[in-house]
């Protein structure tokens, strides 16, 4: 915690400034050097400036100093506008100087390969030592719109003025720090923070967000990535939000590098890097976006602040085909419709034409034209259905006749009564222009509309994870991949269910035990070097008396004696039938740590690809919701006649194996379960297989 407040105590003098040299200050405002400068001077920045160009006595009206060693103080922030040899001295004479912070707007560090990165890293150390801290190198820099202390070179500021507000963006690129920016000031909404931190050496995205949680006029922080480090900052950054009633959207950029191909486990292959992300963004709340326009599409949402509930929504147009363009976006999306209540359903059939649809969505037809009356009252009754959290307002074409003004103040009025998110959309860039004036969100089409309030009622849902790791870590003497029987044994000693087996090394001496189980029995060659029996002819299925496991088990030691195990054990199972096949797997990234893997099991599982991730340690409540994000989920409830399944005994399977991992991280590089046999009660591990890291 105390190098915690430590880099807040940094960054706070980094976006609140007493005084900021410029190292390569310029009297061009449209070069690196004198970008910063003329934006502090235009956007009222309060602070002492102090431009430093051995070639010049003045820069944009002010003294200019020859060297740092000129300055008759040391300036809280350093800008390195010079490149090259200069910008590494400079950087060395700022951290010798005493300066907090240097934003590093040079590049040529790690970006150009692995001399730059040792350069770079060399830097951060000594400047480290110093008690100086870094942002970049390769930095397009900071912005506090709110005190004018614009340490940023971007050309945007020049284009698109800016305004205060409750949102922050945090981004290793300068350009993805820009783009949001713009779209929200276009859209009227005021931005306070801004950083483009580039190569992150050390003051990078997760330090900036930690610290610009903490102002309590931040509503919402905007991530941009396209690596992730210091995760625990990030964490503690969402945990911090949550109870400030602020929300963190997050962008990463780039394709991830799946898990190696010769994995045992496909289990990893299936996940990848970026599904550790995602477990560990759902862990904590932080939602995901995919695209820039995702980034900043619920903005206006998250800016009112109005609870969603459940998110059950209300549709409500002047036109049919707006209602069924919502209906097909909400279903595709997964946002609910209310189903309006039956004395709501009847008050409308007085309020709305005989030819109108009073079900949800909402017709109020072209009759809207000549009754002004009719919206606010339809407007009221619906904003008294226990069911109704959140509301669309469609306006699909106005124009004389149409009190647009009017209609936009109505909804203002009854959006802060009732305290529940509302929208609007339309076409009509004059349209929304009113209603955005009078407080309501606005969207030009239905699926921006329907995308956004979806997002925001699941965001507003999550409560984000606060479990403990489990405290008795396990270092193991196993190297390598198990065999089936060893993989079983530990997972059975951590509570996951398995197939009720025996090992042995003899045909006569699976006889002896298949007698013992009765009938229909399984009998599998066991190899850790051989993980996929079924394509070596090492499983043996529904076997009916002691003579066919004989037979089989002879099978099955011939099989691995041809590849190259002479000496392979035998496992002895008894045959279980579940209702369907699911999977289990486990991925310890490096980063996150432990990722479980839930899924749809079997033989297909990598066509099918359904599955989902949560990073552990996780509650079986949080298991259950995130199954239930499975396309094959439906099943577990009972599908076309079939019982339900147990899907709370899959989730406590989930639960134990990802404690499991947990206590096994530190030397744990995968599990795969499959197939995991989930029954009307209870489930059972039919086949695993776990991976250690080999001994140094």
Same mark, same amino acid.
């Given at each position: ?17 007493? @005084? ?24 009222? !920045? ?142 009227? !909404? ?111 949402? !998250? ?70 009356? *009719? ?26 006749? !149409? ?61 984000? @994870? ?10 193991? @003497? ?79 030691? @011939? ?117 995991? *046999?989930? *029954? ?17």
């Amino acid at each position: 915690m105390a190098h915690n407040n430590k880099i807040i105590a940094a960054a706070l003098s980094l976006f609140d400034p007493s @005084s900021v040299a410029i190292i390569g200050a310029s009297d061009d405002a449209n070069k690196v050097g004198g970008r910063p400068i003329h934006y502090m001077l235009k956007f009222g !920045y309060t602070g002492t400036i102090l431009p430093i160009n051995p070639k010049r006595e003045s820069v944009q009206g002010l003294r200019c100093y020859c060297d740092l060693a000129a300055l008759d103080s040391v300036p809280d922030v350093a800008i390195i506008a010079v490149s090259g040899l200069a910008a590494v001295e400079a950087i060395k004479a700022c951290a010798l100087l005493g300066v907090k912070t240097a934003v590093v707007m040079a590049s040529g560090f790690a970006e150009t390969g692995a001399s730059g990165r040792q350069l770079q890293n060399e830097l951060v150390d000594f400047a480290r030592h110093h008690g100086m801290r870094l942002i970049g190198p390769n930095a397009q820099g900071i912005a506090n719109f709110a005190n004018g202390a614009v340490l940023n070179f971007s050309t945007m500021f020049m284009e698109v003025a800016p305004a205060d507000g409750p949102i922050a963006i945090v981004s290793q690129s300068g350009a993805a720090s820009v783009m949001p920016y713009a779209l929200l000031r276009e859209q009227g !909404y005021g931005v306070r923070y801004l950083a483009a931190t580039g190569n992150d050496a050390d003051l990078g995205v997760s330090e900036l967000t930690r610290v610009l949680v903490e102002d309590p006029h931040i509503r919402l922080i905007l991530v941009y990535v396209e690596t992730l480090s210091n995760p625990h900052l990030l964490a503690e950054a969402a945990q911090i939000a949550r109870q400030n009633g602020c929300r963190i959207v997050l962008l990463k950029g780039g394709v991830s590098h799946k898990g190696a191909a010769a994995a045992a486990s496909h289990t990893g292959a299936m996940v990848g890097q970026d599904g550790a992300l995602d477990g560990f963004l759902d862990k904590h709340g932080i939602w995901r976006a995919h695209d820039i326009h995702e980034l900043i599409n619920a903005a206006p949402l !998250y800016l009112g602040g109005f609870a969603p509930r459940a998110g059950r929504t209300v549709v409500m147009s002047h036109s049919g085909a707006v209602g069924v363009l919502c209906a097909d976006a909400a279903e595709r999306v997964g946002l609910p419709l209310t189903e309006l209540a039956m004395p709501t359903l009847e008050r409308l059939k007085g309020l709305i034409p005989d030819f109108a649809s009073a079900a949800n969505p909402l017709d109020l037809t072209a009759a809207l034209l000549g009754n002004g009356g *009719m919206f606010p009252a339809v407007l009221d009754v619906l904003g008294q259905d226990p069911q109704a959290d959140m509301f669309l307002i469609g306006i699909p074409v106005a124009g004389p006749g !149409y009190d647009v003004p009017g209609l936009a103040q109505i909804t203002a009025r009854f959006m802060h009564h009732i305290g529940k998110p509302v929208v609007m959309t339309a076409p009509q860039a004059d349209v929304r222009a009113q209603f955005q004036q009078a407080g309501v969100p606005c969207f030009r089409n239905e699926s921006e509309a329907i995308s956004a309030l979806r997002q925001y009622a699941r965001h507003c849902q999550w409560q984000g @994870s606060t479990l403990a790791a489990p405290s008795s870590a396990v270092v193991t @003497s196993y190297a390598g991949l198990l065999d089936e029987a060893d993989s079983l044994a530990l997972l059975a000693g951590a509570g996951v269910p398995v197939v009720e087996h025996r090992v042995c090394h003899d045909a006569d001496s699976a006889a002896r035990i298949a007698a013992e189980f009765g009938d229909r029995i399984v009998v599998k060659g066991c190899a850790a070097q051989i993980p996929h029996k079924s394509e070596h002819g090492l499983v043996h299925l529904n076997l009916a008396d002691p003579r066919a496991v004989q037979g089989a088990a002879r099978l099955c030691l @011939s099989a691995l004696d041809k590849l190259g195990v002479p000496h392979g054990r035998l496992v002895v199972a008894r045959s279980v039938k579940g209702l369907h096949e699911f999977m289990l797997g486990v991925v310890v990234d490096p980063l996150f740590g432990p990722l479980v893997v839930i899924g749809e099991g079997g033989t297909l599982v990598e066509i099918r690809n359904d599955t989902v991730s949560l990073l552990a340690p996780f509650t079986e409540a949080q298991a259950l919701q995130t199954i239930d994000r499975l396309r094959i989920a439906p099943v577990l409830k009972g599908a076309r006649g079939q019982p339900s399944l147990d899907a709370n005994a899959l989730a406590r399977a989930a639960v134990a194996l990802g404690d499991f991992a947990l206590q096994h991280q530190a030397n744990l590089l995968s599990v795969d379960i499959n197939p995991v *046999m989930v *029954m009307a009660d209870g489930v059972v591990a039919v086949d695993a297989v776990i991976e250690y890291r080999e001994a140094p």
